[in-house]
């Protein structure tokens, strides 16, 4: 398997120019703990993290950092330049030794200078489960598994019951595995069944947890 097989795509960037405020609004909403930084063509210049806007808000409330200065400073301005990367060819066990060796939580994914994806060691432990329950089964050829995955990708996206955060699909042999978070058991079999419905996929394995939405209150 290698980084396209694994890696959670549709990511969502950020413009060099966005406000810190802007910044932590959207990692907030996402759900995510950072974000690539990218130029007006689309190319990664850096990415922002946590750890990045928590360092700009302890550095004092003056005019160009704290919390008085996240409506203007730019993200470009706080934004970790030296970022290491890797391609969609790149091995899993290479993404693996690479994400140790350097301590790093995620890795951005690259074609040419453009991100497509990004690789997290959630994802690695993913594609690990998902060739261990998948071993027994005879493997098809990782073009076709990758096909598989946007095929499966692509049905699950723009349904009504399509309500889960954060879906992930892996494909090892034609094996298809779900990631995410659905609202109810109903949403949950939904996803199992139109991934199921893709020609050529073997079986599918749903690892999906259940988390309901919050209860909403009615005033009287």
């Known amino acids: 398997m290698r980084a396209r097989d694994v890696m959670s795509d549709g990511v969502m960037s950020l413009a060099a120019d966005a406000t810190v405020l802007e910044a932590a609004q959207l990692l907030v909403n996402c759900h995510v703990s950072a974000m690539p930084v990218v130029d007006g063509t689309g190319r990664m210049i850096g990415i922002l993290s946590e750890a990045d806007l ?20 730019k993200v470009v301005e706080i934004m970790t330049r030296d970022v290491i990367t890797a391609g969609e060819d790149t091995p899993v066990a290479a993404l693996a030794k690479l994400m140790t060796e350097r301590h790093i939580k995620r890795l951005p994914i690259l074609r040419e200078d453009a991100v497509v ?18 071993q027994d089964r005879k493997s098809s050829k990782p073009t ?4 598989l995955r946007r095929e499966i990708s692509a049905a699950c996206q723009g349904r009504n019951w399509s309500l889960a955060r954060q879906l992930d699909v892996v494909v090892n042999g034609g094996v298809a595995h779900l990631w995410g978070i659905a609202p109810s058991d109903l949403v949950r079999d939904a996803y199992r069944v139109a991934a199921g419905n ?4 073997q079986a599918v394995e749903v690892h999906m947890h259940i988390v309901p939405p919050p209860a909403t209150r009615v005033g009287l």
């Open 54 to 73: 928590l360092a700009n808000t302890a550095d004092g409330d003056g005019p160009t950092g704290g919390l008085l200065g996240a409506r203007s400073r």
């Open 117 to 134: 994806g990004i690789v997290s060691r959630i994802d690695l432990l993913r594609a690990l489960i998902s060739l261990d329950s998948g």
């Open 144 to 147: 076709r598994d990758e096909q």
């Open 198 to 201: 893709v020609p050529g996929v």
